[in-house]
């Protein structure tokens, strides 16, 4: 892990420092990780669940919601994972839902609407731009209904001006994950040629947040850097963008993709092409089709996080909202690694 991060957790800053789990619950996961996987995946749980003390209580009667992303992207049923297996630890139960597309801004907020129609006392929320869900969130205060956002945030100015309010945040450093992966590009590249970014949904907390990271480390290498474009987190459109991108930069040393799903379209049309071997492609989450990918020396590395950490948390964040606990800060969570094809396999059952 990257040294001297931090959790700003509950108005304290605290560095990521991890420690051995001792009679904790042992979550499905764990049966299939690999020593070292399994060790990193509960030191970093140890390290989470260090920054959300205190924790809730068990068996609180409460209903929860949380809201996905389209569970097209396993990122996405990992972190669904995480959500239910905190829910289950806590003897609480979830209704977990998604939405169908990547850019479904107006199902999202459907979802949410519904969610808060069946009256659940706290629904986490990991909004796809920071402006689609403003007008649920306002409307789950007015009936009582506690709202955590994970990974993704609202825009917190044109929320306030609503009437409305987050109660707590739980996110990681999107922009260190741009900046990783385009500083690696730099490290292989010797900081020459043309480097490309491929974005997400333009508007997207953790879209914009990568993009800009990649962006400012290429322009700090002094590299090149071609116009930013977005794939929408869709692999046909990254596909076809770092086609038409090669085609006009043959050139073209890196990309840098603003997830793993566009990351592993980029590898195929570089590919198709003849490129790849040419070409750094990074990109990041760490999805099992990235690792496997990376494996076989293709992709050529990704940013790893921890979407079931973040369910998970989101989770617990929801039931300490209900028992009245005051969030002075977002809890800002960082354990994330470069991983390449020297360090994967000890990344084995990391989630």
Known sequence: MRGGKRFSAFGMTMVLGFALVQGSFVPAWAADAGPEGAQAMLEAEKSLMDALKPLPEKGMNARLGAIESTLSNPFWITMEEGYRDAAKEYGVTIDVQATATETDLAGQLDILKQMIGKQYDAVSVSPLTEQNLLLGVV????????????????????????????????????????????????????????????????????SEARKNGAVEAFKKAGMEVLAVQAANFDRRQAYDLAAALIDANPDLAGIACGNDVMALGAVEALKRKGMKDKVVVVGVDFIEEAKASIERGELDATVAMSPYLLGKAGTILSLKALRGDTFVEDVVWTPIKLVDKANVASMEGWR
Do not use: C, W
Request: proline letters at 1%; charged letters at 25%.
């Open 139 to 206: 409307e789950a205060n007015k009936s009582g209904v506690k709202i955590v956002t994970v990974g993704n945030g609202v825009n917190r100015e044109a929320l306030e001006k609503l009437g409305g309010r987050i109660d707590v945040h739980v996110t990681t450093d999107f922009r260190m994950q741009g900046e990783l992966g385009a500083e690696y590009i730099v490290g292989r590249t010797g900081g020459k040629g043309k480097v490309a970014v491929i974005e997400g949904i333009p508007g997207a907390t953790q």
